[in-house]
């Protein structure tokens, strides 16, 4: 990013994550899940060690080992990072000091390289070749029925207006805009890590348990990069979402059945600010605006 270089360790356990209201919401969902309390805040790291370490779930083949290492970096240390500059941003923004707010602008491009990557290349709609939160927007919309003519995310449009948006805040010290801008961003984000959860619970519900397909690894990232923002509201739904998309070999894959997935993000997802249109439907299985949500139990 410019001359800084940045190592994915580096941004999966910098202290400066804190500025990040939502970052709260990660270490008391991952609090429950590390050995020590002290580990919640670097969750990310700790998922990747625990997935190096080959005497921890010794029956993960070295596919599906790969996939949970690439999707967290991908998905949970990257995205945190975004918003990490985004709110940096709007720090910088509120400050006296005249440098800093002139920083403000450089912190909110940063937030955008994070997003959207340099393999997107500068034509509109970008490429196949992406790894970031953009590319994978443009992935799922095909399922969710939610791409624009030309095979971008329809979302994808309105991420880059709000980083344009961001952008001018930035350079007009417009802060107030600013921090909604970066709301409206950081609730978008959330719909591609919904839909790949949900597309993977389709996918793993025909899976047996002990097998070794990298969508079980795929799903239990999705679905962990997005359950903290669900168990801050609906604590139910979370648990629900958590049993059938952990990866685990000892119980059948989605073992509720995608449509149990499904009811626990209807529940959850008004509460969480996400606009349900945004998450569209699945052809066969429908989508999560008007699911009626039935018991968890």
């Known amino acids: 990013l410019g001359e800084q270089v940045f190592s994915l360790k580096d941004l999966a356990t910098t202290s400066t994550r804190q500025i990040v209201p939502s970052y709260e919401y990660f270490k008391n969902y991952f609090g429950a899940e590390v050995d020590e309390i002290e580990e919640a805040g670097d969750y990310a790291h700790h998922i990747i060690t625990r997935t190096l370490d080959t005497d921890q779930w010794p029956l993960a083949s070295p596919e599906q080992r790969t996939e949970i290492v690439v999707k967290t ?33 450089n912190q909110w491009d940063k937030a955008a390289a994070l997003l959207i990557g340099s393999l997107e290349g500068t034509e509109s709609g970008g490429t196949k070749t992406g790894l970031m939160m953009y590319s994978l927007a443009n992935k799922r919309c095909k399922q969710f029925n939610r791409c624009e003519s030309d095979g971008t995310a329809q979302l994808n449009n309105q991420l880059v207006e709000l980083l344009y948006s961001g952008r001018g805040e930035t350079m007009g010290a417009n802060c107030d805009a600013l921090t909604k801008t970066t709301r409206e961003i950081e609730v978008l984000l959330q719909v591609p890590l919904i839909q790949g959860t949900l597309r993977y619970a389709i996918a793993n519900e025909k899976l047996m348990f002990f097998d070794k397909s990298k969508d079980l690894a795929e799903g239990y990232i999705f679905s962990h990069a997005v359950l903290p923002y669900v168990a801050e509201v609906d604590g139910q739904s979370a648990q629900v979402i958590k049993r059938n998309m952990d990866f685990q070999f000892d119980t059948e894959p ?19 600010g996400v606009d349900c249109e945004e998450v569209g439907s699945v052809d066969g299985i429908g989508g999560v605006c008007g699911t009626s949500a039935s018991s968890h139990s």
Request: with cysteine; hydrophobic share 50%; glycine share 2%.
């Open 254 to 272: 989605v073992i509720d059945g995608t449509r149990k997935v499904l009811s626990a993000f209807a529940t959850a997802i008004p509460r969480m």
């Open 73 to 105: 970096a991908q998905y949970m240390v990257v995205y945190m990072a975004a918003l990490e500059a985004m709110y940096e941003a709007i720090d910088d923004c509120k400050s006296n000091d005249s440098q800093r707010k002139a920083n403000a602008a």
